[in-house]
């Protein structure tokens, strides 16, 4: 039986509620970890390229980001955390939107920064940095970072380059770039790490809302309406914020980031595998993904055996607290259920039809992710797993 969708292509650009930045590309999964390479030919600027840049210069893009308290102080307490590392030092912004993160280095002491953006609020960036007197340290680019003229190496890089499920909108690519064309050796990258997390869930409320709304309206009949609804409301991803009791066992590692090694072939597509066993009886509803990203020092302080560890692309059971007790972590924004909602949420791959799980049953497949042919900033997500005896096949599309 499959219970799932088709790839469907030849939608709009779907940004976060909108990104920025520069092009796609990059990657993590079962591929060994790369040298660092010279930075390879800027990508064509494409249609999809300006339509996504055009999206990120409407003012409620960045208002709700900068009003995402969780992000923005995050991001500030990282750079004054590794304020030695900033201070007097060149700092370079990979998608600086409002160019809040450029100011931030600036009051950490940065001696110049460079802040790219290809959106036209790039034009906005400028007159706030005037307004705040910072035009002798922050210099705003208004182009794609694929395409800028800096003539110096940079100590720092920094960007807020996470969409939905993390690596939606590809922007990972653009910082994959500027690393290796302007990062000194043992530079900084913040953030230095993320990892992507996969669990199952129930949302009998969704369901309700979306789908068992339609047996009765106003005392008419309308169950033919369900499989449109079902349809129209779980083929693709759906962007929501589910809690803590949604989740129905711990989640499995799919993903994981290192920024000071990853190279951009290895995001191109990537396979994990993963088995639950449901903590309690409940309907299988779909299966949520959320991220994580750590902002911890440069590359020196982890030996490359333990780089290629990280990367080895084995998922791992991690209970939320275990995520985060890791010796070496400093700082970590987390877009989980049970902590703190972030503009983020969730990312939702809703069942067609659910399953009644019992407690203790076994969940067990595979999640695969690769970027669009059609268009790179898109993701293609084939989800197939195994319960009660049968297996079941999930596809989608992220826009």
Request: with cysteine.
């Amino acid at each position: 039986m499959l219970a799932g969708g088709e790839d469907i292509n030849g939608h709009r650009p779907r940004p976060r509620r909108a990104r920025r930045g520069g092009s796609g590309g990059g990657g993590m999964g079962s591929l060994p970890v790369q040298a660092a390479s010279a930075a390879a030919p800027p990508p064509p600027c494409t249609d999809y390229d300006m339509a996504y840049f055009k999206a990120y210069s409407h003012i409620g893009v960045h208002e709700e980001m900068l009003k995402d308290h969780v992000r923005t102080n995050t991001y500030r307490n990282a750079i004054m955390h590794h304020q030695d590392l900033i201070s007097g030092k060149v700092v370079l912004d990979v998608g600086c939107g409002t160019g809040v993160l450029s100011i931030f280095c600036a009051f950490a002491g940065a001696t110049r920064v460079y802040a790219v953006d290809a959106s036209d609020i790039a034009l906005q960036a400028m007159e706030i940095v005037r307004e705040n007197e910072l035009s002798d340290k922050v210099i705003v680019l208004h182009d794609r970072i694929e395409d800028v003229e800096i003539e110096e190496k940079v100590d720092v890089i920094i960007s807020e380059w996470m969409g939905y499920m993390l690596l939606s909108e590809s922007m990972l690519g653009s910082v994959i770039f500027a690393r290796d064309k302007w990062l000194k050796p043992g530079g900084l990258i913040l953030p230095s790490h993320a990892s992507l997390y996969l669990a199952p869930i129930t949302n009998s409320q969704r369901y309700q809302d979306s789908v068992y709304f339609w047996r009765d309206v106003y005392g008419i009949k309308m169950s033919s309406m369900m499989p449109l609804a079902k349809q129209c409301a779980f083929m693709e991803p759906s962007v929501e914020t589910i809690s803590g009791e949604n989740v129905l066992t711990w989640p499995t590692v799919v993903a994981q980031v290192d920024c000071y090694t990853i190279q951009a072939l290895q995001l191109e597509t990537f396979t994990a595998t993963f088995k639950y066993t449901s903590m309690l009886q409940a309907p299988l509803h779909g299966f949520a993904f959320w991220f994580d990203v750590e902002f911890n020092g440069p590359v020196r302080q982890k030996s490359k055996k333990q780089a290629s560890q990280s990367m080895d692309g084995n998922p791992q059971n991690a209970s939320p607290s275990n995520k985060k007790k890791k010796p070496d972590v400093s700082i970590v924004l987390s877009t989980a259920p049970e902590d703190a909602p972030t503009h983020w949420q969730q990312t939702l791959l809703y069942l067609f039809e659910p399953i009644e799980l019992k407690k203790d049953q076994n969940i067990e497949g595979s999640i695969t992710i690769s970027q669009s042919q059609q268009h790179a900033r898109f993701l293609n997500i084939c989800l197939k797993y195994f319960t009660g005896d049968q297996w079941y096949v999930k596809e989608s599309v992220m826009r």
